[in-house]
Nanobody, 121 residues
Framework: QVQLVESGGGLVQAGGSLRLSCAASGSILSINVMGWYRQAPGKQRELVGTITSDGSTNYADSVKGRFTISRDNAKNTVHLQMDRLKPEDTAVYYC???????????????WGQGTPVTVSS
């Protein structure tokens, strides 16, 4: 079994910062890509950004220059530092990971339960 558990969501004023964390636990050999997605009320889930095991990152245009993804491979954790937050960043944020669980190298995709972020104007 594998679990992804997010933390760090909450309420913040526009222009403020929040740091989200996601910890993966369970039967894990290694983790390939880890990422953050978000889903605002009435909208589809969208990509925020991803990070590979060697630290290469990719961001949605809407968050470039404001959000930073980092990870700690030894602790199987990924973080999302969100700065200069805007009301339109309000959403439930989900952690996602491609996890290798067997020596054959097959990867399985997992989602966290989500953590809400509300940015007030």
């Amino acid at each position: 079994q594998v679990q992804l558990v997010e933390s760090g969501g909450g309420l913040v004023q526009a222009g403020g910062s929040l740091r989200l964390s996601c910890a993966a636990s369970g039967s894990i050999l290694s983790i390939n890509v880890m990422g953050w997605y978000r889903q605002a009320p009435g909208k589809q889930r969208e990509l925020v950004g991803t990070i590979t095991s060697d630290g290469s990152t990719n961001y949605a245009d809407s968050v470039k220059g404001r959000f930073t993804i980092s990870r700690d491979n030894a602790k199987n954790t990924v973080h999302l530092q969100m700065d200069r937050l805007k009301p339109e960043d309000t959403a439930v944020y989900y952690c996602n990971a491609d996890i290798v669980r067997t020596t054959r190298g097959f990867t399985y995709n997992y989602w966290g339960q989500g953590t809400p972020v509300t940015v007030s104007s």
